[in-house]
């Protein structure tokens, strides 16, 4: 037994607990480029699968000739949807409740859309084999905008639904129309505007891919692939093929970024097991890049138009807008809400809005599925983009600095829990705590000066203040599910004799350091030193059931699982410890990584002494062993706070603008990890300050893509970045067993607003109010020289 007292208390930083910046444990393997993708996975036998994709966006289909792909030399299999139909997989549902093509039967929808697939010995072959397919295409006018897509003479995309006569996805509303309809009556003032946030496209280093393996003598199914929720595949393949779990298993191995783009299931997932059933060989795909940005997880695609009302002295009173979104061919989202738009209303939940209404279309159009993906809970980036323009405009309109406009309607400390007029119940922050740290470290007041001066010299220098609370941690239960399985998540825990311990939760980490931050929650929790807790994810046949990694819901969820998984270990090893000490465990006092007497502390029991004697000295009638597992349920969404504040200058003669300095304030709660916390941000604001200034997919009249290779959507690099100021401000989540909130998508949500704020900031006297992402130097002169908005 330990002689230690309470005075030696393991120091929690020292064992890597809560509040470390431990080192990434996962990057050991990384950046020795040791991970193991899927794209690794090699199996004996393994066959190649390429996709053959539609070149046009809109087309009936008249004939598919595949004769001359079945004679190249190694081509084993030439799948087509005709085929695939009569398995009854030419379509398949999607996670919205929709259906999309697996490989096109009828008509293609969008270009790039999957027509056919060829397995070979290599891929090689397979690319030499959809080459060989010919199809015979008759165009039909392709429509690539929702609110054309709307129009009454619009081609009707999904004629394959019966009774679908329009190109409408959904529409739906919520809010009081009539109080705000009064809000806007009394207005003194009314600050409107439009805007669009374009499509844009998560783009993970890794692309999509898998290897599917179908046992003909046991019947049985492995999936390694790149999904972001092994589990929510499982139940989606356990559905469709009507197969008991037990007889799936699926693999998430390293993901190379994942960032949204690996939680919908696409058709070439599908397809590779298909083949791999007909042939009885693992298959593997590999998606290229020009697939992935063609066909993959598209994001955003939105149209605003909307107005606050105010008081003269600032004070919002009411606020609506009508959003259209870009649904693409197919409603694929990939979300837990039972709202078809996500959470878009929870736009304005910041501010102490009394009452608000907000309209909302979805179309269909010939474009790739897209809609809520890419570093966004569900629409939440969009909604945050709109709120922030137009906080920005609307200060301009009611004659107040933006600063001052902003903490005059923010939610005070002493209002929470904060009901929105949307029905959101906003948990804890301290909004104007942030706002002043912010305020201070770019040095507000002085840049204002700084600005007036260089003005006179011809320079044109902005500040653009973004301000938001966003929900993250989908979801709890009562209100999020996805193919009726709530949203709840899962930890289990082994400690073994030697008090060494295996973790595993239903998340699944993409690069965001799972690996590192939940061995650090067991220490915290049971003072095991974090180096000794090993920690899986990904793998539906060892993993526990869980909802997967998205929406920052790991944190939120899992990793309250992991905390309460440590505390059900902790209550044993306390029966454990009494049995030791020979007291009641009445007697029995915690402290960090031991168990103590309370009369007596230098007499106590070390947690790896308790795991010990779980295995060889368990009292009487206690079942051995030191494992168990938890499911959590959270009460709420969590919400994090954050403001972020962008200076630039504006080249008035070319229109380009250089970013002097970003400053960010995050407050997402108690910290695991702070350094992997500031990457998080880090890499958000990079993701953000791309969205702004240089990253677009647009569509030609014809539906064609252009975009679709990395020289023209453009990817940030070290060059082009600035660097990031960060601060913090730690609110704990009420609600939360270690009081954390989710932080994975904050900056990438919050960010782009401060970048355009500041650069529409710089164009102040133009009377210009809005330029459109990307905020490219060309759109910048057009306004100036012009004075008028641009899209
Ligand atoms: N963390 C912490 N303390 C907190 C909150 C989080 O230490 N209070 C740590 C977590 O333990 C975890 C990381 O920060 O290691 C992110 O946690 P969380 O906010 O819970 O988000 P998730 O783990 O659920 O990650 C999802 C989120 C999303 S939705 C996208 S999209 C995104 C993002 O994470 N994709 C990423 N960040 C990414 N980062 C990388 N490197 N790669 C991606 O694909
Ligand atoms: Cu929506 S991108 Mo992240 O939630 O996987």
Not at 133 to 146: D, F, G, R
Not at 354 to 367: D, E, S, V
Not at 759 to 776: E, F, H, K, Y
Request: proline share 6%; charged share 25%; with cysteine.
């Amino acid at each position: 037994m330990s002689e230690a007292t309470n005075s030696t208390q393991l120091d929690e930083v020292r064992i890597g607990g809560i509040g470390a910046s431990r080192k990434r444990v996962e990057d050991a393997r990384f950046i020795r480029g040791r991970g193991s993708y899927v794209d690794d996975i090699t199996l004996p036998g393994m066959l190649h699968m390429e996709i053959l994709r539609s070149p046009v966006a809109h087309a009936r289909i008249k004939s598919i000739d595949t004769s001359k792909a079945w004679e190249i030399p190694g081509v084993r299999l030439v799948l087509t949807g005709e085929m695939a139909a009569q398995r009854n997989l030419a379509w398949m549902p999607t996670l919205s409740y929709d259906t999309q093509a697996v490989l096109a039967t009828d008509k293609v929808r969008f270009q790039g859309q999957e027509v056919a697939c060829v397995v070979a010995d290599d891929p090689y072959i397979a690319k030499d084999g959809c080459e060989a397919i010919v199809v015979e295409y008759e165009p039909l006018p392709a429509v690539v905008n929702p609110r054309q897509a709307m129009a009454e003479d619009a081609p009707v995309i999904r004629d394959d639904k019966e009774g679908q006569t329009d190109n409408l996805c959904y529409s739906w509303e919520v809010g009081d129309k009539e109080a705000t309809d009064r809000a806007f009556e009394q207005a003194d003032v009314i600050s409107r505007l439009s805007l669009h946030y374009p499509r844009s496209h998560p783009s993970p280093i890794e692309n999509c891919g898998a290897v599917a393996s179908f046992d003909q003598a046991t019947e049985n199914l492995t999936v390694y692939m790149t999904t972001q929720a092994p589990h929510i595949i499982r139940a989606a393949v356990a559905l469709v093929a009507e197969l008991p779990e037990h007889m799936i298993r699926i693999i998430s191995p390293d993901i190379g970024g994942g960032f949204g783009n690996k939680v919908p299931v696409y058709p070439g997932y599908v397809c590779a097991i298909l083949c791999s059933i007909l042939l009885g060989k693992p298959v593997k795909w590999i998606e290229d890049k020009s697939g992935n940005l063609i066909s993959t997880g598209f994001a955003r695609d939105m149209y605003f138009d909307g107005e606050l009302a105010l008081r003269s002295d600032g004070r919002i009173l009411g606020v609506r807008f009508h959003a259209d979104t870009d649904q693409g061919a197919f409603f694929s989202d990939a979300q837990p809400s039972k709202f078809k738009i996500g959470l878009v209303h929870s736009a304005f939940a910041c501010y102490d809005v009394p009452t608000g209404h907000i309209t909302a279309r979805g179309a269909y159009t010939n474009k790739a599925p897209g809609g809520v993906a890419y570093r966004c809970s569900f629409r939440v980036t969009e909604a945050m983009f709109f709120q922030e323009r137009l906080m920005a405009a609307a200060a301009v309109d009611v004659g107040l600095d933006p600063a001052e406009f902003r903490r005059r309607n923010l939610v005070r400390d002493d209002q929470f829990p904060y009901r929105t007029p949307f029905g959101f119940l906003t948990d804890s922050g301290q909004y104007q705590k942030c706002l002043d740290l912010g305020l201070e470290a770019i040095g507000y007041d002085q840049f204002l000066e700084d600005k007036e001066e260089a003005a006179k010299r011809g320079r044109r220098l902005g500040i653009g203040i973004s301000t938001m609370t966003e929900p993250l941690g989908a979801g709890n239960s009562r209100e999020y599910d996805i193919l009726g399985i709530k949203m709840f998540d899962s930890a289990e825990l082994r400690v073994h004799p030697t008090g060494k311990a295996i973790l595993r939760t239903g998340a699944k980490t993409q690069g965001q350091g799972h690996e590192t931050t939940w061995a650090q929650i067991v220490a915290h929790e049971l003072g095991i030193p974090a180096a000794d807790v090993l920690v899986e994810e990904g793998d539906t046949d060892t993993a526990p059931f869980g909802m997967g990694t998205y929406a920052s819901r790991s944190t939120p969820v899992a990793g309250a699982a992991v905390a309460m998984v440590s505390r059900k270990i902790r209550a044993k090893a306390r029966k454990l410890a009494a049995h030791l000490l020979e007291v009641s465990e009445e007697d029995i006092e915690w402290e960090l990584g031991r168990f103590y007497v309370r009369s007596a502390p230098a007499r106590g029991v070390s947690i790896q002494e308790c795991a010990a004697a779980a295995y060889g000295n368990m009292p009487d009638g206690m079942e051995p062993g030191l494992e168990n597992n938890a499911y959590y349920d959270p009460p709420n969404l969590t919400w994090p706070f954050a403001c972020y504040i962008v200076t630039v200058e504006v080249d008035p003669e070319s229109g380009v603008w250089d970013v002097l300095r970003v400053v960010a304030v995050d407050d997402c709660g108690v910290r695991i990890n702070p350094m992997i916390v500031e990457g998080q941000i880090m890499g958000g604001l990079t993701e953000a300050y791309a969205m702004s200034n240089m990253q677009f997919i647009t569509f030609d009249a014809d539906g064609n893509c252009v975009g679709s290779n990395y020289m023209d959507y453009l990817l940030p690099t070290a060059w082009e970045t600035p660097g990031f100021e960060l601060h913090e401000v730690t609110t704990p989540c009420p609600h939360h067993p270690l009081g954390a909130k989710g932080v994975g998508e904050c900056a990438a949500v919050g960010g782009p607003a401060a970048f355009v704020n500041a650069v529409m900031d710089a164009l102040s006297d133009t009377g210009v109010r809005n330029i459109d992402m990307p905020v490219l130097p060309d759109r910048v002169w057009e306004a100036i020289a012009t004075g008028q908005d641009v899209s």
